[in-house]
């Protein structure tokens, strides 16, 4: 009985789905990330610069829990 040789043409286009598809999952998921950040209510605190330094610096664990997930992703 021969032995079957594995097409490395058929093996590279099963990877490429696998891979296309991881892809667009970690997509998603990094765009779900995003979506929980919030815009700062100004309205209360003045429309200054400052005010806005202020509003997005009280956001940090945000931004922190957005980069570590991302890394996290990234890593997978």
Not at 16 to 44: H, Q, Y
Not at 58 to 69: H, I, N, R
């Amino acid at each position: 009985m021969p032995e079957q040789v594995a097409n490395p043409l058929t093996e590279a286009r099963d990877t490429s789905r696998l891979e296309a598809f991881s892809d667009g999952v970690f997509a998603i998921a990094i765009m779900l990330l995003v979506l929980e950040l919030k815009v700062p209510n100004l309205e209360t605190a003045g429309s200054s610069p400052a005010a806005l330094g202020k509003a997005l610096l009280q956001q940090w664990p945000s931004y922190a829990g957005l980069v570590t997930s991302f890394f996290t992703i990234l890593i997978m």
